[in-house]
Structure formats: C-alpha cells, structure tokens
C-alpha cells in the first residue's frame, strides 16, 4: 500500500468513532499492538527530542524500504508512535520524504493532544523523516 492509501485508510476508521474517548482508546489499542522493540535500540541516541514522554524510534534500511520500530513509556505517546509507523514502516525513503501529513489533521489528532504532546508528535515526524535521509543516501 501506499502511503497516501494507508493514510486514508486511517481517516475511515477514525471516522467510525462518535467521539475523542472511542478514537483515544483507538489510539492506545494500536501502541498494544506495537511490537516490541529490541533492548539494544533503547537507548539514548534513538531518543525524540521534544517529546514529554521517552520515545524511542529506530529505523533500518531492509530491500530499499525503512523499517521502523518505537517504543514509550506512555501508553497513548505509544498508540501515536504505533500510528506513524503503520504510515511510514516499509516504505521508500523518498516517499516518505514527499509524503505530506494532512490525515492527522483529517483525524483531528493534533487538536485533541496536549500541547507538549502536540510537540511530540511533530518530533517523531521530524525523526522519520531525518532518518529517510540518512537511509536514502546508503541507496
């Protein structure tokens, strides 16, 4: 799938929920199913900057395609990690470097966070997308 149809995709399930405490639990089911991460890329240079809760995103290149994995030590930061890594995982660099971000918009995710929370979220993108650079140039 492309990025753009994964995208949509999550813009119909949110849709699906009445209101913000349906689609939050949404959110928090999806970091439950985050797989775990490996010990080893816990640690401090995979850290988000920016973010009010630990986040660990870690990224490797696997037949021209980033893999990422995440983790956090809040369960809803978790769920939104989980979010950006259905959209972005096993994707080309270059696509997600075009890829624009309009469906958490669409959602009304950024809305109904907190403002540090709000920052965070920008953080992880920006993290995705500095580590599709750093992969595109090994192509």
Request: net charge negative.
């Amino acid at each position: 799938m492309t990025i753009k149809e994964i995208q949509e995709e999550i813009i119909d399930e949110f849709m699906l929920f009445e209101d913000w405490m349906d689609r939050y639990q949404h959110i928090i089911d999806m970091g439950k199913s985050l797989p775990i991460i490996a010990s080893e890329f816990k640690q401090d240079e995979n850290l988000i900057k920016g973010c009010q809760s630990k986040v660990w995103l870690y990224s490797e290149l696997e037949n021209d395609t980033i893999k990422y994995t995440a983790d956090s030590d809040a369960i809803l930061t978790k769920g939104i990690a989980a979010l950006l890594l259905r959209v972005f995982s096993d994707q080309k660099p270059a696509a997600i470097l075009a890829a624009k971000t309009d469906f958490i918009d669409e959602i009304g995710l950024k809305e109904h966070l907190s403002p540090t929370r709000a920052n965070g979220l920008v953080s992880m993108i920006k993290q995705i997308k500095m580590y599709a650079i750093a992969q595109q140039t090994k192509l």
